[in-house]
């Protein structure tokens, strides 16, 4: 499978698991609108989520791929079964044990993410019973991540991919179906919503078997203490707990990261908060299709390249992964830029929704664009020090940018206000992103190939051409004016969105880019 069609798959099924989560999140707020018991659902939906940021999809991810894919390439499938089995074991026993503590420590958890809910002793106490039923959440999805990192390294994307959709789907189902049940039964029809996680949870861990099985990779779980004790020993599985450390600290940078931006927005304007969640949920649109996608597909073949000693193969993939990023995170954070009032409005811009609040989130939404380039090119340069299992350099750099984007929330939020802090993400991954750059370059593991400066040209050209043509398509419609008319307003930004990959395309071919070329090499690739 080319690397350009692998990630056309994961942004396809992630595309449609960005719908079915913002389908979610409306019906969500028309059944239970906002209260204190939909405060005490988030709360204890947060505290799984953010377990599973930290440790599934963050640290053991990182170290998790990068290890198999080495172990597959330099000692062979039958080796590599093996270390899945002792890595599986492992993380079977440690979870259930976690998972556990966790149902047990509830009441401290809630205390530490949102003490305030004390003030209502019922939201506290609802919060605490729906973060017991969903904290084995995580242990679903840990197991998940160990299934999708053998999945991808396997090159089988989809399933991983799709798994997602089947939390919001089953999400929606309690929405819809559970929670009158509930409520004829006397019971809150928000608790649905938990029942429904972990349904989700369950479904997704399902889902992985029977892929696994196809392939001969489904692992075999050790029970008696022998089999456990040498599991422990395996020196692969010791290697990848060597390298969770130090990605989990960079996992956790992020995530104190959006803790302190969180709590400076609930010291400005009332509705800093939801600004800055409404424009960040337009931004995982195209930092999970892209960014998202070319990590989950380079890894591995990086991964792969760099134990097999194939500097050349390496660089190559990095040149193609940045090319594929500037060719397209760049008119989409043109776009975010020059677009994002219309954004804004066609999609948000009804029900309680004032019309101050589409341009507060418009100026949040344009600062996170201004670093879409390095959100999105992060996705590509972190795996290419993963695939050496250097873990310790992307956290350094992103303690630095921690610190740097803190300074620039010291200037700019009293200038300019919620959207400081939008910019000062922005501007800290574009920071970021340099920095890992520079840093494979000085190594040596990245060798730009020839023809950057033609490239470059010819997707500035395009990308001109396209920001002169948002301009004024911004300015041609009252898109505010027509919120009585949204179906209006929909054909409008529809047609416009068309016509703006006709131009920027249009203009990519005039100046004979050679985008067949691009796709051709990542056949090459794969």
Not at 385 to 406: C, E, G, H, N, W
């Amino acid at each position: 499978m080319s690397l350009f069609k692998a990630a056309s798959t994961v942004s396809l099924l992630t595309l449609v698991s960005r719908f079915t989560g913002l389908a979610r999140d409306l019906l969500m707020a028309a059944i239970f609108g906002a209260n204190a018991l939909t405060d005490a659902f988030n709360v204890a939906f947060r505290i799984p989520n953010l377990f599973r940021r930290l440790f599934a999809e963050g640290a053991f991810s990182q170290a998790f791929v990068p290890v198999l894919a080495s172990s597959r390439t330099v000692d062979g499938d039958k080796a590599t079964l093996q270390l899945i089995d002792h890595v599986a074991t492992v993380l079977a026993w440690t979870l259930l044990l976690f998972s556990i503590l966790g149902v047990l420590f509830a009441p401290v958890l809630v205390w530490l993410l949102a003490s305030g809910l004390r003030q209502d002793a019922g939201s506290f106490d609802a919060a605490v019973t729906m973060t017991r039923w969903m904290f084995p959440y995580i242990g679903c999805m840990s197991l998940v991540a160990l299934a999708a990192g053998v999945l991808n390294t396997w090159r089988r994307y989809a399933v991983p991919a799709a798994t997602p959709i089947l939390l919001n789907l089953s999400m929606i189902a309690a929405a819809l179906l559970l929670s009158p049940w509930f409520e004829r039964r006397g019971i809150e029809p928000i608790f649905a919503m938990a029942a429904g996680v972990m349904a989700g949870g369950v479904l997704q861990l399902l889902v992985q078997i029977p892929a696994l099985k196809r392939l001969g990779l489904l692992p075999r779980l050790g029970m008696r203490p022998g089999s456990i004790r040498a599991a422990w020993r395996d020196s692969g599985v010791r290697r990848i707990l060597a390298l969770m450390a130090p990605a989990l600290l960079g996992v956790g940078v992020a995530q104190i990261s959006l803790m302190i931006n969180t709590q400076i927005a609930s010291y400005l304007q009332a509705g800093s908060v939801t600004w800055l969640f409404y424009a960040d949920r337009l931004m995982e649109f195209p930092t999970a299709l892209l960014g998202v996608a070319l990590g989950v597909v380079l890894t591995p073949y990086l991964a792969a390249a760099k134990a097999a000693q194939d500097g050349p193969q390496y660089s190559a993939m990095l040149d193609w992964g940045l090319r594929m990023v500037f060719v397209l995170a760049l008119p989409c954070a043109v776009g975010l830029l020059l677009f994002a009032k219309p954004l804004v409005a066609s999609l948000f811009h009804y029900g309680a929704l004032r019309d101050s609040d589409v341009n507060q989130i418009a100026l949040a939404l344009m600062g996170y664009g201004v670093g879409l380039l390095g959100l999105v090119a992060i996705k590509v340069l972190a795996p290419g020090y993963y695939a050496s299992q250097d873990m310790r350099t992307p956290v350094k750099i992103a303690v630095a940018v921690l610190v740097f984007t803190q300074l620039l929330n010291a200037v700019l939020v009293p200038w300019i206000g919620h959207a400081g802090l939008a910019l000062s993400i922005g501007l800290g991954a574009l920071l970021n992103a340099l920095w890992l750059l520079l840093g494979l370059m000085r190594r040596g593991a990245f060798v730009p190939s020839p023809g950057w400066w033609r490239f470059g040209f010819q997707v500035l050209a395009g990308v001109v051409a396209l920001a002169i043509f948002l301009w004024w398509a911004s300015q041609a419609v009252d898109w505010v004016g027509l919120r009585a008319t949204p179906w209006l307003r929909l054909g409008h930004l529809a047609w416009m969105l068309c016509a703006s990959a006709v131009v920027y395309f249009g203009v990519l071919w005039a100046t004979r880019f050679d985008l067949k070329g691009l796709l051709r090499s990542s056949r090459r690739l794969g």
